[in-house]
C-alpha cells in the first residue's frame, strides 16, 4: 500500500469510526493523516505478526487524541483485523478513544498531552545504552507544546544526544478553543526547537515526498524534531481549520454525506472504501441553517480589556 | 537509611547491567559511589521530575528495571500523572525514591515536609507502597522491589534511625514484622518514626504494660491477616505514622477493621489539621503533633484506662 492511499483510508476509516461511535477528535486524525500514513507505509519498521519484535521502530502518539489515526494504520498494515475498527469507543472494545497500549503494535497508552516525549527520550536512551539499532519516533501536537514536560524532554534529548529520536510535531495551529496563537503561543515553533538544540526541519505535512525525506533523514549527534506544517480537518473542506470539529462528529445527514464524498474527491488510485466503495450518490446538502463555515473559536467572542489576543498566523 | 539503601541498590546494579538509577539533580554526597561505580547506569535527569519519571517509563518498557531519585514531595506530587499514567498503568519497573518523609527536612519548611505521599501513592492502583523503619528493613525493601512487578514508592529516612532488629529472617513483600508481642495494646508503626514508637513501647512497659510492636514496612499491599489477627489479639490499636492521619498507614488500618468488624478500638496518632507553619527539626515538629515517644506513650496510656 501507498502513503497516500493508507493515509486516505486513515481518514475514510476514522470518518467511519467516528460517525459509528460519536467519537471526537476527527479534525485531529485528519490533520495526522498523513504523518501516519508515510510513517506506517514508508518509515517504520515492524512485523504486523510480531508486535513486540525487538528491532521494529518504536513509535509514540504523543497526542493521544488521534488515537482513531494510529489505529486504522495499524488495522491497514495487519496488526488486528479492520473490522475492529467499527468498535472503537465502544463496551467491551480494545481502542478507546485516546491510544491504548492494550492495543497490538502500540507501545505506549497516551491521552494526556505532555507525557509522550519524555517516554520517547526514555525509550532513546535504552536503545542507546543497548546498542540496539532501531528508532524511536514521537508525534506531537503543537497545542501539546503548551505543556512544561515537552520541553523538560526536550532538553533531555539534546542532553543525551538522541540522534535516534524523531519528534513530529504536527503544526495545524489549533487547538480545543482556538488557533494556538489566540491560546497560549508556541510561535515561533521551530525556532523554539532550534533553541533547545535539535536538528530542526520544516516541511508541508501534506507532502509525503517531503515527510519521507526528513523523516529518514538524521544528523549525528542530535534528535531531530519536524515541523510538519498542516491544516486541521484536511481532505473534508468544510472541517479545514474549524474548530468546531475537533469534537463534533459526523452526524447522519449532510455532515456524514459531505465528508465522505469530499473524501471520494480526493481517494486516490488503488485505495478502497470498504464502507462506501463509490461514495453517496444523493448526498443530503447543508441547508442554510447548517452550521458550516463559521467562525467557532473561543476568540470570536472573548474580548479582553486588559491585553489584545495574538494575532492568528494560518 | 537512605545511604544503607542506595549502598544495596548499588550493589544489586552491579550485578543487573539493566539496573538504572537516574536522579532529579539531587543526593549530593550520596550517589557519588554509584556514578563513579556504573556510570552507565546512572543519569542526573536535571531539575525536572515529569521527564525524569516519563524517561523512567520509557527505558522501563525497553527492559531496564529504573530507580528514580528526589528528595520530598518532588518525586511524587511534582510528577503524579506521569507515576499514574506512564509507569503504573504500563506496568513499568520504576521505583520511586523519596528521601526524607515526613518532617526530615522540618527546618526548610512546608515545601519539603512529605505529609501526604503515602496517601497518594496508596491511592493508585497497581503502585506498592513501602516506609522501611531502618537500614536493615530499608535494605530489605530495596532487594524486594527490584524483583517485585510493576510500579513501587519507597520512602526513605535521611539517616541515624534506630535499628528495629539487626536482622531480617525472612521479608516479603505485604507483610508486616513484629519487633515484640504484648497484650492490650498494638502499635503498629511504619517509615523512621518507629524510633518514637519503639520509646513509647519503652514507657509504656515501665508503666506495666507491655504493648505489641509492629513494624509495617509495606504499606500497601497491607498485612490485612496481620491487622485482623492483633484484633482478635488486641483491645487497642494504635498506628502511628509521621503523615497526615488521612489516607496513610492508619487510614489503610482502619478499612480492614471496619470490614472485619472486629470491634477492637483504634486509635491513629499522625500530623492533623492545617499544614504545619512552625520552623523548626524533625524531632520538634513531631512534638508539635503528639508524635514523640513520651507523648505517645501518655496519649495511649489514657486510652487504656
Known sequence: MTSEQLAWKICRHDVEMTHVSGGSHIGAVLSVADIMGVLYADVLHFRPEEPKWDGRDRFVLSKGHAGGALYAALAEQGFFPVEELLTYYRNESRLSGHVSHKVPGVDVSTGSLGHGLGMAVGMAIAAKQDKKTHRVFVVLGDGECNEGSVWEAAQAAVNYQLDNLVAIVDHNHMQSLDFCERTLSSAPMARKWAGFGWNVMEVDGHDHAALRAAMTSSRQGIPTVIVAHTIKGHRIPFMEQDILWHYRFPHTGWEYDCAVNALHGCKPAGAEDPYTPNGIESPVLPDENADIFRDHTMGATYEPAWFRLQEVTK | ?305
Open chain 2, 1 to 305: 537509611m537512605r545511604d544503607g539503601f542506595i549502598r544495596t541498590v548499588l550493589e544489586l546494579a552491579k550485578e543487573n547491567k539493566d539496573l538504572e538509577l537516574i536522579t532529579g539533580d539531587l543526593g549530593f554526597g550520596v550517589l557519588k559511589p554509584f556514578w563513579e561505580a556504573l556510570p552507565d547506569q546512572f543519569l542526573n535527569a536535571g531539575i525536572a521530575e515529569q521527564n525524569m519519571t516519563s524517561m523512567a517509563a520509557g527505558m522501563a518498557l525497553e527492559g531496564k528495571t529504573v530507580f528514580t531519585y528526589s528528595i520530598g514531595n518532588f518525586p511524587t506530587l511534582r510528577c503524579l500523572e506521569q507515576i499514574r499514567n506512564d509507569c503504573a498503568y504500563h506496568g513499568a519497573n520504576v521505583n520511586i525514591v523519596c528521601v526524607g518523609g515526613g518532617f526530615a527536612y522540618g527546618s526548610l519548611g512546608v515545601s519539603h515536609h512529605a505529609t501526604e505521599d503515602l496517601a497518594v501513592m496508596r491511592a493508585l492502583p497497581d503502585v506498592a507502597v513501602f516506609a522501611p523503619a531502618d537500614r536493615v528493613e530499608a535494605a530489605a525493601v530495596a532487594k524486594a522491589v527490584v524483583n517485585y512487578p510493576g510500579t513501587c514508592y519507597i520512602r526513605l529516612g535521611r539517616g541515624g534511625e534506630k535499628l528495629a532488629r539487626e536482622t531480617i529472617d525472612h521479608f516479603e513483600v505485604g507483610k508486616a514484622l513484629p519487633v515484640q508481642e504484648g497484650s492490650r495494646v498494638a502499635i503498629f508503626t511504619t517509615g523512621d518514626i518507629y524510633g518514637e514508637a519503639a520509646a513509647a513501647a519503652s514507657l509504656l512497659f515501665q508503666q506495666g504494660i507491655k504493648p505489641g510492636l509492629y513494624t509495617f514496612p509495606t504499606v500497601k499491599p497491607l498485612d490485612e491477616e496481620m491487622v485482623r489477627a492483633c484484633a482478635r489479639r488486641y483491645d487497642l490499636i494504635v498506628t502511628c505514622e509521621e503523615h497526615n492521619i488521612l489516607g496513610g498507614l492508619g487510614s489503610a488500618v482502619a478499612e480492614v477493621l471496619a470490614e472485619s468488624a472486629a470491634g477492637t478500638r483504634l486509635v491513629r496518632l499522625g500530623i492533623t489539621g492545617s499544614y504545619c507553619t512552625a520552623v523548626g527539626d524533625q524531632k520538634y515538629l513531631r512534638g508539635l503533633y503528639g508524635l514523640t515517644g513520651e507523648q505517645m506513650a501518655e496519649r495511649i496510656l489514657k486510652e487504656l484506662v
